[in-house]
């Protein structure tokens, strides 16, 4: 397995994310402090800002991932040190790359494996409790749902295009995503989403509302997201607000010409 991200992309993605360009630095430096510019009062000193952009560095990275013990932490925190130092690097880079991806992949690999069993345990925990509920229905894929309100007319087919507003938590209640947070509904092709959610969808009609239990293989797997963790369990409580066919691409001597994909 390749691994995911180096460390480089994840910091520069922080520095990015964060909104810490060259503008911002010269205008929180020590010559012009951050109180002075916005005419606020610096409720934090430079140390403690420093100390948290280590914290962020080391949050947003994918060093958690390699499942280091007490030592390991030792030995990354040896060299980051020497870099903050301006050392040069403790080995020769051209030679320790290949035991670098040899060694961070394993320990990846056995790291989500872990994440995978845990995971596996509290869903199977989780669906086992479902089951127990009348009003819960199973589809064969393993997703389950709850009609909480009847629509009325035909139903979505894969090929649809959806208008919903929706709700998505994991098991522990805590909100991920949400339309009525944006103030407008979503609108998407049906087979263009997350498996689970694609076949549940089709089961109520245009007015309806559903509650939606969509375990991580029919969701997004060992991927992550921001306020996803891998191997998730997703609920979503979805209201179908509208669905029409999806237009087909033109055929044809007015079709675009196919991209060239050699």
Not at 152 to 179: E, N, R
Not at 209 to 217: H, Q, S, T, V
Not at 220 to 239: D, K, N
């Given at each position: 397995m390749k691994l995911k991200h180096?460390?480089?992309?994840?910091?520069?993605?922080?520095?990015?994310?964060?909104?810490?360009?060259?503008?911002?630095?010269?205008?929180?430096?020590?010559?012009?402090?951050?109180?002075?510019?916005?005419?606020?009062?610096?409720?934090?000193?430079?140390a403690q800002v420093f100390e948290m952009i280590g914290w962020y560095v080391v949050s947003n990275s994918p060093i958690n991932e390699f499942d280091p013990d007490a030592a390991l932490k030792g030995a990354f925190l040896k060299?980051?040190?020497?870099?903050?130092?301006?050392?040069?690097?403790?080995?020769?880079?051209?030679?320790?790359?290949?035991?670098m991806q040899r060694i961070l992949?394993?320990?990846?690999?056995?790291?989500?494996?872990?994440?995978?069993?845990?995971?596996?345990?509290?869903?199977?925990?989780?669906f086992a409790e479902l089951k127990k509920n009348p009003k819960i229905q199973a589809l064969p894929s393993?997703?389950?749902?709850?009609?909480?309100?009847?629509?009325?007319?035909?139903?979505?087919?894969?090929?649809?295009?959806?208008?919903?507003?929706?709700?998505?938590?994991?098991?522990?209640?805590?909100?991920?995503?949400?339309?009525?947070d944006r103030g407008e509904p979503a609108v998407f092709p049906l087979n263009g989403v997350i498996p689970g959610m694609t076949a549940a969808l089709q089961k109520i009609n245009k007015g309806g509302k559903i509650r939606i239990f969509i375990p991580a293989d029919q969701a997004y797997g060992?991927?992550?997201?921001?306020?996803?963790?891998?191997?998730?369990?997703?609920?979503?409580?979805?209201?179908?607000l509208d669905f029409t066919a999806t237009p087909m691409p033109p055929v044809g001597p007015d079709a675009p010409a196919a991209p060239d994909l050699d």
């Amino acid at each position: 397995m390749k691994l995911k991200h180096t460390l480089i992309a994840s910091v520069l993605a922080l520095v990015l994310a964060a909104g810490l360009n060259a503008q911002t630095a010269k205008a929180t430096s020590a010559a012009a402090p951050a109180a002075a510019t916005t005419g606020t009062a610096a409720q934090f000193n430079e140390a403690q800002v420093f100390e948290m952009i280590g914290w962020y560095v080391v949050s947003n990275s994918p060093i958690n991932e390699f499942d280091p013990d007490a030592a390991l932490k030792g030995a990354f925190l040896k060299g980051a040190r020497a870099a903050l130092d301006g050392k040069p690097a403790p080995f020769d880079e051209t030679k320790i790359g290949p035991d670098m991806q040899r060694i961070l992949s394993a320990r990846q690999e056995a790291f989500q494996a872990k994440q995978k069993a845990e995971a596996d345990k509290a869903a199977a925990a989780f669906f086992a409790e479902l089951k127990k509920n009348p009003k819960i229905q199973a589809l064969p894929s393993g997703v389950m749902f709850e009609i909480l309100r009847e629509g009325k007319g035909p139903f979505p087919t894969a090929t649809d295009t959806v208008t919903i507003h929706y709700i998505g938590t994991l098991t522990s209640g805590a909100k991920f995503d949400s339309s009525h947070d944006r103030g407008e509904p979503a609108v998407f092709p049906l087979n263009g989403v997350i498996p689970g959610m694609t076949a549940a969808l089709q089961k109520i009609n245009k007015g309806g509302k559903i509650r939606i239990f969509i375990p991580a293989d029919q969701a997004y797997g060992e991927r992550s997201a921001p306020q996803i963790p891998a191997f998730s369990t997703l609920i979503f409580e979805v209201e179908l607000l509208d669905f029409t066919a999806t237009p087909m691409p033109p055929v044809g001597p007015d079709a675009p010409a196919a991209p060239d994909l050699d």
